[in-house]
């Protein structure tokens, strides 16, 4: 076990700076996220705002650097809605307008019913072309967890319109208030 990794060991400044260096090796942190590190393990409070100064001015710690990473990933690998992706940012510590800013760059040229077809196929394990799925519960729980992924109810019920006959049941959806953004 490294000297300073005992359990409420509290750090001097220059094993403080080694730990943030540390931290930042391993994945990107916010400013945020990584200043509620340091202050659990700072001898001195004041030393953990030094210890952030150095990082910013080394060039290790941007949180648009990190929002935009996190951003392109989310959409990218995940196939995740901009809303979810925003308020993703925003628990990480990024501030409003930035994180909105950032998202919307990122999805600039993204097809979000697209997005949504990707995030389907995941789900299903099969394309959305030879999915058929007529059942109101299963397409209920899809539309919730499209929901939860970020993507807009119009899109959403466009999308589900590909997989289902039930027009009817889907119009329903589109016009219930609490399926609206």
Known sequence: MRPDAAAGKKLAPAALYEFAVRALSRRAHTAAELERKLRSRAARPESVDEVLGRLRERGWLDDERTAESHSYYRREY??????????????????????????EQTYAESDELELIRRFLRRKLGRPVGEARIDDRKELGRLYRSLARAGFSAVKIVEALGQLSTDAEWLEAMAADEDYEE
């Open 78 to 103: 995940d196939s995740l809605g901009r809303r979810r992706v925003v308020g993703e940012l925003r628990r990480r510590g990024i501030e409003r307008a930035t994180a909105e800013r950032i998202v």
